[in-house]
């Protein structure tokens, strides 16, 4: 796990772009790719179709450029990022669907694609805690030999009575298994997990908990989504049929505060909140369309409440 950490009053919480300073640099800038073009969920092999909040496009955020060749995608996402930013560094983010439910042969070969491209100093795997097979450890620390190497687990939650709601297909303890297994066999290997707030039923001790069970595991860095409706998802129809209400942005924000309230400082923070990339598929709610707005919103509300990150954790526990 890295060493570096947010000391309070500097910021809220350790951003990840501090994290890739400190290990780069300089500012690093992730491109979004896809690989896969499925996951197990969406094939049948859970016993279902689809998780409710999932859209035709797997969480990608750039669909326009899904269907274009893996070297196309990410020379076109450096060029347009380096002309609005100037950037120099780069991490290829196989964003798309479950990246590692595809054949270990045209893993490798895409991360050698990524690793072609000046300025690319590593690449990150979304995945499922569900799809880590035995294969991918040894192709994780071969890549780690020469390059930076993440992994970001879709965990959601770590309550199970949420995650059969959501109709995820694997366990909080498949979740918790899977970290320990990477941890162990790839101990440089940079583990992240998503999370996503506004449950029915969740509570702030659901939260609290949630970040508990991070520092137990001993994640390198959290991605903080907020439930949001997008247009055809089993999401939708629950909505419509008035059966889920998202949650409200104030409420969404003291979560996030007493999240990181309980969360060790070690652990970087990709984002507080989550934008619709989106706008024509978002159904609910609006707030969801405003990236900096709400990103300020939640900066305020962590300062007006006095939360920040590490607040109430205690490292003998």
Same mark, same amino acid.
């Given at each position: 796990m890295q060493e570096a950490s947010f000391k309070p009053p500097e910021r809220p919480y350790f951003a990840i772009s501090d994290f890739y300073k400190q290990k780069f640099g300089?500012?690093?800038f992730k491109v979004p790719v896809a690989l896969a073009g499925d996951c197990p969920n969406r094939m049948g092999l859970k016993g279902m179709k689809t998780c409710i909040f999932c859209d035709e496009h797997g969480s990608f955020a750039y669909?326009?450029?899904?269907?274009?060749?893996?070297?196309?995608?990410?020379g076109l996402h450096m060029e347009r990022v380096s002309e609005r930013f100037n950037?120099?560094?780069?991490?290829?983010?196989?964003?798309?669907?479950?990246?590692?439910?595809?054949?270990v042969k045209k893993l490798k070969e895409?991360?050698?694609?990524?690793? &072609? $491209?000046?300025? !690319?100093?590593?690449?990150?795997?979304g995945t499922r805690p569900d799809c880590l097979s035995p294969a991918l450890f040894d192709v994780f620390n071969e890549y780690l030999q020469k390059t930076f190497v993440a992994i970001e687990l879709g965990v959601q939650s770590f309550d199970n009575k949420q995650l059969d709601w959501m109709r995820r297909g694997h366990s909080s303890e498949d979740a918790k298994k899977s970290v320990a297994k990477l941890k162990e066999n790839c101990p440089d290997l940079n583990i992240g997990i998503h999370l996503m707030f506004?449950?029915?039923g969740e509570t702030l001790d659901d939260v609290a908990r949630s970040a508990e069970i991070c520092n137990e595991l001993g994640v390198d860095n959290v991605k903080l989504h907020n439930l949001h409706v997008l247009k055809n998802t089993p999401l939708q129809e629950m909505f419509d049929r008035k &059966? $889920?209400?998202? !949650?409200?942005?104030?409420?969404?924000?003291?979560?996030?505060?007493?999240?990181?309230?309980?969360?060790?400082?070690?652990?970087a923070v990709h984002r507080l909140v989550a934008i619709a990339s989106r706008w024509d598929e978002l159904v609910a709610p609006q707030w969801t369309r405003h990236k900096m707005t709400n990103y300020q919103h939640a900066i305020d509300h962590l300062n007006q409440n006095q939360h920040y990150q590490g607040?109430?954790?205690?490292?003998t526990l």
């Open positions: 300089e500012k690093v669909p326009q450029n899904q269907e274009k060749a893996l070297r196309e995608q990410i950037s120099k560094k780069f991490l290829v983010y196989f964003q798309a669907y479950t990246t590692t439910f595809t054949a895409a991360f050698d694609v990524a690793l &072609e $491209f000046d300025g !690319v100093v590593g690449v990150v795997i506004g449950w029915p &059966e $889920f209400k998202p !949650v409200d942005k104030s409420e969404y924000f003291e979560m996030v505060g007493v999240f990181l309230d309980h969360l060790s400082p070690r652990i607040k109430v954790f205690d490292e």
